[in-house]
């Protein structure tokens, strides 16, 4: 029989037994096996990393009298990372001159479109004023491109149906004042007509001016892209003009004619243009003639306030068919096969920057002087002015 405190000291003791034997348990609860030897590299593979220790959970103990029961800390589950979103290429920005022209701008190829003698291949809303200054034409009715079939003609018995001035010319002087008007309801296409104001100063022939030609015509951009356009326009000229004086041809002509523009650079432009000129109902003098032309422009200064472009042309023609009459030797000679070359030089400024919505930054002025490189001339020298405003 044992006593009361052995009976006590029995009990303590079984208590350190289990306290010890859950410590036993939880220490072998948070024992991990040793990690498996990690594989041999093989050639140019590196060997994966031996896996992290792996987390057990606490491994609950039971409380002794008088303690409160632990439990363990449950752990917040991993933050969600936001899906990653794809970057999308972005489209290259052609700035706001490139942007009209590739939407329906007017402003992008009369931004960079420096020629004062070549036809623009953009169709645009725009006014233009033009004076001309010509001299020397030795043979004003080669072709009936001038004026037509001298008069002369008319006065001998020759020909009753010569329309043009009664005396023949060694050389004519003109000035053309010359007003235009285009408007283009969608970007591609766009509609023009021209009325001109001449003032005639031939050697032997009087004085006159008054109302000339008359052309009118469309514009369609066949391809229309930011850095190249390319057009076909269609000219033709009506003969409001009186041919005795001679302020016209007294013949309509048409004037098919294949446009191009192309941006180099953002500061270099090249322009060129393929007509026909094709003379309907006039005399046995008429003929058709090819005209041709190249531009380049580099716009030297462009700032927010100002912007200044010179600009090199050379526009040549050749004749197909048709005659002339060559005075004083009284020859009518055969026309066809006269080539004409000029070259023609010039500056175009303006205030500001075309895409601005202000009227004044849309104003253009090109100031220009052509000289005839061959020595059959349309005109030896010839001084263009011109104011333009686009809208």
Known sequence: MLTAPFRGAKRA???????????????AAFAQAPCAPCPAPTPLVCPPACPPPATYPAFPT???????????EQQAPAATQAPTIPQVAQAPDFGAEQARAAGGGETFAAASSAVGYIDPALPLTCFRLRADAAYDNNRPDRAEYFYPKCGCFKTAGIDPNAPGPP??????????????????????FSAFVELPVRFLNPDNNANTSGFADMNAGFKYAMQYTPTQITTFQLRTYIPTGDPFKGLGTDHVSLEPALLFYRQITNRLSFEGELLDWIPVGGTNFQGNIVQYGGGLGYRV?????????????????????????????????????????????????GVGQLASTNLRNRAEIYVGYGRALTGTVWYKDIMRLEFRLNF
Do not use: C, H, M
């Open 301 to 349: 200064y462009n700032t927010p306030t100002a912007r200044i472009t010179p600009v090199a042309e050379f526009v040549g023609w050749t004749v197909l068919n048709g005659k002339e009459f060559l005075f004083p030797e009284n020859v009518v000679k055969e026309a066809g096969g006269d080539t004409i070359i000029n070259a023609k030089f010039g500056v175009r400024a």
């Open 167 to 188: 005396l023949p010319e060694t050389s004519v002087d003109y000035q053309d004042i010359r007003s235009y008007i285009e408007y283009a309801p969608v970007p591609r």
């Open 62 to 72: 039971a409380p002794l009298p008088g303690q409160t029961p632990i439990i363990p």
């Open 13 to 27: 003791g079984a208590a350190a037994v289990v306290v010890l034997l859950q410590t036993f348990a939880v220490s």
